[in-house]
């Protein structure tokens, strides 16, 4: 846990920071309409993007749903980074199975992403790294983890983000949970400062929703839903096997229809301070979902031409 450790002292503490680099400030987003269809057919005039409350110049426009892009700039900034985090803990157990046979059927569906991390987690946490070709292995490791033992749910996620703080492209998140922690070292309020610091967009597949009793849901619950809220994302909560395929059609209409939009912030201060992004559209009815901010690296240098 020297990971966590370092988290804790150098990120936490002080308030988290991610290296953002203020010349490209890139935010994924996902446009509906009333109907909850996806709406792709939108340019880079179709929106506004505030940073504090200031209008902000777009400068890179990119669209999931394009074949091709124009510049190399466009096809990075949507290549895939792909997380997987499966809850193997005592709580699962009833739901593992099911758990099991989400994550696997995600992986059928989903397109290969440039990078992919699979966490196991319950009282200890096990990272394995996977690139667009030796992806397949993964399934054979899904169907024969074993459940036990207490959650650290939100060390596991610090760990990943910790993995995917650099580098460009769209970071997702899916996790495989039923959203309670019995043993982390973080606390929530801790991995709230760290996802919001970060720009992973999160997508809770809850399970154990239904039954139990509301006072073992309702905390998990908003757990997941403001991890979710706060990132662009959203949570599922599958009853049954019957109930997946349309989850992933969801989180795939989603990552093929997402935009990227890029600007260069106008405050080049290095301040370490949270900074609000806000996405509009200009043609009515419809609704965006993106992450709420981010923070910039207060140790990071001002100048940064190129």
């Given at each position: 846990m020297?990971?966590?450790?370092?988290?804790?002292?150098t990120?936490?503490?002080?308030?988290?920071?991610?290296?953002?680099?203020?010349?490209?400030?890139?935010?994924?987003?996902?446009?509906?309409?009333?109907?909850?269809?996806?709406?792709?057919?939108?340019?880079?005039?179709?929106?506004?993007?505030?940073?504090?409350?200031?209008p902000?110049?777009?400068?890179?426009?990119?669209r999931?749903?394009?074949?091709?892009?124009?510049?190399?700039?466009?096809?990075?900034?949507?290549?895939?980074?792909?997380?997987?985090?499966?809850?193997?803990?005592?709580?699962?157990?009833?739901?593992?199975?099911?758990?099991?046979?989400?994550?696997?059927?995600?992986?059928?569906?989903?397109?290969?992403?440039?990078?992919?991390?699979?966490i196991?987690?319950?009282?200890?946490?096990r990272?394995?790294?996977?690139?667009?070709?030796?992806?397949?292995?993964?399934?054979?490791?899904i169907?024969?983890?074993?459940?036990?033992?207490?959650?650290?749910?939100?060390?596991?996620?610090?760990?990943?983000?910790?993995r995917?703080?650099?580098?460009?492209?769209?970071?997702?998140?899916?996790?495989?949970?039923?959203?309670?922690?019995?043993?982390s070292?973080?606390?929530?309020?801790?991995?709230?400062?760290?996802?919001?610091?970060?720009?992973?967009?999160?997508y809770?597949?809850?399970?154990?929703?239904?039954?139990?009793?509301?006072?073992?849901?309702?905390r998990?619950?908003?757990?997941?839903?403001?991890?979710a809220?706060?990132?662009?994302?959203?949570?599922?909560?599958?009853?049954?096997?019957?109930?997946?395929?349309?989850?992933?059609?969801?989180i795939?209409?989603?990552?093929?229809?997402?935009?990227v939009?890029?600007?260069?912030?106008?405050?080049?201060?290095?301040?370490?301070?949270?900074?609000?992004?806000?996405?509009?559209?200009?043609?009515?009815?419809?609704?965006?979902?993106?992450?709420?901010?981010?923070?910039?690296?207060?140790?990071?240098?001002?100048?940064?031409?190129?």
């Amino acid at each position: 846990m020297i990971l966590l450790a370092a988290l804790i002292a150098t990120g936490v503490a002080g308030g988290p920071v991610f290296p953002a680099n203020l010349e490209e400030v890139h935010v994924s987003l996902s446009v509906r309409d009333a109907k909850g269809k996806p709406v792709t057919a939108l340019s880079a005039r179709d929106f506004e993007v505030t940073e504090d409350g200031r209008p902000q110049i777009i400068q890179l426009f990119a669209r999931g749903i394009d074949e091709g892009q124009d510049t190399a700039a466009a096809r990075e900034a949507l290549a895939l980074d792909l997380g997987l985090l499966l809850d193997t803990s005592s709580s699962m157990l009833e739901e593992l199975k099911l758990s099991q046979e989400a994550a696997s059927r995600f992986l059928e569906a989903i397109p290969r992403a440039r990078e992919l991390y699979t966490i196991f987690f319950d009282e200890d946490i096990r990272v394995s790294r996977y690139d667009s070709e030796n992806q397949q292995g993964l399934f054979d490791r899904i169907h024969a983890a074993k459940g036990g033992g207490n959650t650290a749910l939100y060390d596991a996620i610090a760990v990943y983000l910790s993995r995917v703080q650099d580098g460009s492209g769209r970071k997702v998140l899916v996790l495989f949970t039923d959203g309670e922690d019995t043993q982390s070292a973080l606390a929530f309020s801790d991995v709230l400062k760290l996802v919001r610091s970060g720009r992973v967009t999160i997508y809770p597949i809850a399970f154990g929703m239904y039954g139990g009793g509301a006072s073992r849901t309702l905390r998990p619950r908003a757990v997941l839903e403001q991890l979710a809220s706060m990132t662009g994302g959203q949570v599922f909560t599958p009853r049954s096997s019957r109930d997946l395929a349309a989850i992933y059609d969801r989180i795939l209409e989603d990552l093929a229809a997402q935009f990227v939009i890029g600007y260069v912030s106008d405050n080049p201060a290095r301040d370490g301070r949270f900074r609000k992004i806000k996405v509009t559209v200009k043609v009515p009815g419809l609704t965006v979902r993106h992450r709420t901010g981010y923070t910039p690296h207060e140790d990071e240098v001002t100048d940064q031409t190129r």
